[in-house]
């Protein structure tokens, strides 16, 4: 039985506002009484592409450490990093927030390495490749198990979202996820606004896990336990 968590708070920092509404229906469905409130500052995702692959500019973790402290002086019960590019964000932030923390991709990249040895990852995003790569062998290692990555990058379909071609976008990943799902056990979604695709996928190769239900199922796991 669930518990009823209509006193709780969770705090959501975005680092586009793209995420804010890809979001919603998880949040409905899985924590639909819990108060959410968003943080959005779109200039992280920029200067995050501006930077280059592999960098993330020092300010930016400032950014978010910020946005955490708000967030405690809020009194928020939990707090939630919305962007897989800098995902080490919560990992510097840890020992200046007391509040727990969560970055989104956590949940799916442990449900993964429970899942088999060889697991894909799907991007659209050059800069997500190295930060989600980094996770996911972090999990991995913390598990103690050996994993094999096969990394895509499906940066036509990102473009293609960008122009507002949101059936394209999909067609380009569905095709690559059928294609990566032939080499691996399961594969990880790298980006939250990929979890819109979650309903083509009820009948895959492997299982395809994306952040926006791994990462709220395990909100409400905390926010329950807390």
């Known amino acids: 039985m669930k518990k ?3 006193d709780k708070t969770l705090g959501l920092i975005h680092a586009s ?9 998880f949040i409905q469905e899985i924590i639909p009484e819990v108060q959410v409130m968003h943080l ?3 200039t992280i995702q920029r200067d995050n592409i501006a930077a280059g692959v592999g960098v993330i500019p020092k300010v930016n ?5 910020t946005y955490a402290h708000f967030l405690e002086e809020a009194k928020v019960d939990l707090i939630m990093l919305m962007c897989s590019t800098f995902n080490r964000a919560v990992e510097f932030a840890r020992p200046m927030i007391n509040v727990p923390m969560l970055q989104i991709d956590r949940p799916m990249m442990e449900l993964a390495v429970n899942t088999g040895k060889k697991i894909g990852i799907i991007a659209t995003l050059p800069t997500t490749v190295p930060s989600s790569e980094r996770l996911l062998k972090l999990v991995a290692e913390e598990a103690k198990k050996d994993i094999e990555v096969k990394t895509v990058l499906c940066s036509t379909a990102f473009k293609e979202l960008e122009k507002g071609n949101v059936e394209r ?13 032939k080499e691996v056990d399961c594969i990880c979604m790298a980006q939250v606004s990929m979890s819109v695709l979650e ?8 299982p395809v ?15 329950e336990s807390l």
């Open 40 to 42: 959005c500052d779109d």
């Open 209 to 223: 896990y994306n952040s926006g239900r791994t990462g709220f199922t395990r909100v409400r796991e905390i926010l």
């Open 4 to 6: 009823d968590l209509k």
């Open 169 to 181: 976008h999909n067609e380009i990943l569905l095709e690559e996820i059928d294609k990566l799902s």
């Open 199 to 206: 309903s083509k996928l009820t009948d895959t190769r492997v």
């Open 61 to 65: 973790y400032f950014k978010f450490a």
């Open 17 to 25: 506002s793209i995420t804010i509404s890809i979001v919603k229906p």
